[in-house]
């Protein structure tokens, strides 16, 4: 086997994902044949740094050898039981572990098997909530600019990514939006926190004016990846949750991306305020498993789950299901994972590596065609644009980014951009030289992709 032999069969008969396939003629998909670590291979033995883990989930490196031998040892055991009228050891623990490592008062914990599927659990248990409890009015939600949560109906309705959302506009409800608080966007002079706090502001608004007919709000804590990996400051959320609260609203936290260590923290709820804020319903997926195994979490309070608890003849509960709900094997996964954590002491290390990413990257931020390198915890993220000073981007149609990538590939790093936004999202596994590589990697493509 040889990497043209395999690109020669995949474009026989694949479809892949986020990708216009007649770019494959120019820029074929390449062939991994194992992974290491940070490092994958194809079939020629070239070797790539992962630099966005694998779309964000390989957070312990590949072929991590203790999360290996935790799937083996269930594989032996029990491979999979569907959850509806039964149980089994790994379900039960993982969801005993989650109930203590996230924030007070998320009780109960509902398996998924993607992170859209748990946005979309988080939407309809809460519009489902406020009808149980004699809220029928409750139909709408509200979200923000530029946030994205997803690509199933429910989870793309709440999104705001024109790029995903435009086509399917016609078959989705239709959100309240209020505007993002990415502070890419505050004016010079203005901190993180006083942008967060300006912007609050239309938030504020519409809780006001729309609270009676709006189930929740829906927000990425700290962090619209998808988006190009704009950022905000933790007080909004604390403002947030305030308001919520005010207004008898839910509070959904997708923490599909920024959780499991992304922001610094376990979890990005923990940087708000004091002691950190508790959503009404949290989701979790990606570095759940470290990248080997699908799952999802929706994880809700007590007071959510007792609107579901009922006599069977009143119909009220919750009939949401997925055929690999709870796997055995990826629970295993995500127990072995939780493991690592502790065994690596990996929120402290990962403080170590952040600085590391700061400081090899400081010198891109006065590069002529950078508008700002962004930085929170182990997501650092370079907007090119095309003049600095007025922060005017690139045509988008030129594809800047897509160059710099094309370059990284040949210099052993997958650099996959967001438009013109490079950005570092690596496994936790990363050496401090790797990330200088990456640093120097990415100034050069930056360079050669904008010196015409």
């Known amino acids: 086997m040889n990497n043209q032999d395999l690109i020669a069969r995949d474009l026989n008969v694949l479809w892949h994902p986020c990708t216009q396939m007649k770019d494959t003629h120019d820029l074929p998909p390449i062939p991994m044949r194992r992974g290491e670590g940070v490092w994958l291979e194809d079939f020629e033995g070239n070797r790539y740094i992962d630099a966005v883990s694998s779309w964000w989930v390989n957070i312990f490196g590949h072929a991590n050898p203790a999360i290996n031998d935790r799937i083996k040892t269930q594989l032996d055991t029990l491979e999979h039981v569907m959850l509806a009228g039964f149980s089994h050891e790994p379900a039960v623990e993982l969801a005993e572990r989650l109930v203590d490592i996230t924030p007070a008062g998320l009780n109960k914990v509902f398996y998924a098997d993607n992170g859209s599927a748990a946005v979309e659990v988080a939407l309809k248990m809460s519009f489902h909530y406020w009808r149980n409890i004699g809220h029928g009015e409750k139909t709408r939600f509200i979200n923000l600019t530029n946030s994205y949560h997803g690509e199933t109906l429910g989870a793309l309705a709440v999104g705001d990514v024109s790029l995903y959302k435009k086509t399917y506009e016609p078959l989705l409800l239709k959100p309240l939006t209020a505007r993002s608080p990415d502070c890419f966007h505050r004016a010079p002079g203005v901190s993180w926190a006083e942008h967060s706090r300006e912007v609050f502001a239309e938030m504020e608004a519409l809780l006001a004016e729309h609270a009676h007919e709006t189930c929740a709000v829906i927000v990425e804590p700290l962090l619209q990846c998808a988006g190009h990996m704009r950022m905000y400051h933790p007080v909004y959320l604390e403002l947030l949750r305030e308001a919520c609260d005010r207004y008898g609203v839910h509070l959904i936290a997708d923490e599909i991306a920024s959780g499991f260590g ?135 149609r030129e594809r800047r980014g897509l160059d710099v990538y094309r370059y990284a590939v040949t210099q052993g790093a997958l650099l996959r951009p967001l438009g013109d936004t490079m950005y570092f999202m690596p496994p936790y596994v990363i050496s401090p030289e790797q990330i200088d590589h990456l640093a120097e990697v990415a100034a050069e493509g930056i360079d050669r992709a904008t010196s015409t």
């Open 262 to 396: 992304r922001t610094g923290t376990l979890f990005a709820c923990e940087q708000a305020g004091e002691n950190g804020i508790s959503p009404d319903f949290m989701c979790l997926s990606k570095g759940i498993t470290a990248g080997y195994l699908p799952l999802s979490v929706t994880m809700t309070t007590d007071q959510v789950y007792q609107a579901f608890y009922d006599d069977y003849e009143n119909l009220s509960a919750f009939l949401h299901s997925h055929s690999y709900t709870g796997n055995p094997l990826a629970c295993a996964a995500a127990l072995a994972t939780l493991d690592e954590f502790v065994a690596r002491d990996q929120i402290n290390a990962n403080r170590v590596l952040s600085e590391r990413m700061a400081q090899s990257t400081a010198v891109i931020a006065d590069h002529p065609h950078v508008a700002e390198v962004r930085q929170t915890g182990m997501v650092l993220a370079i907007e090119m644009v095309a003049d600095k000073a007025s922060r005017t981007p690139f045509d988008w």
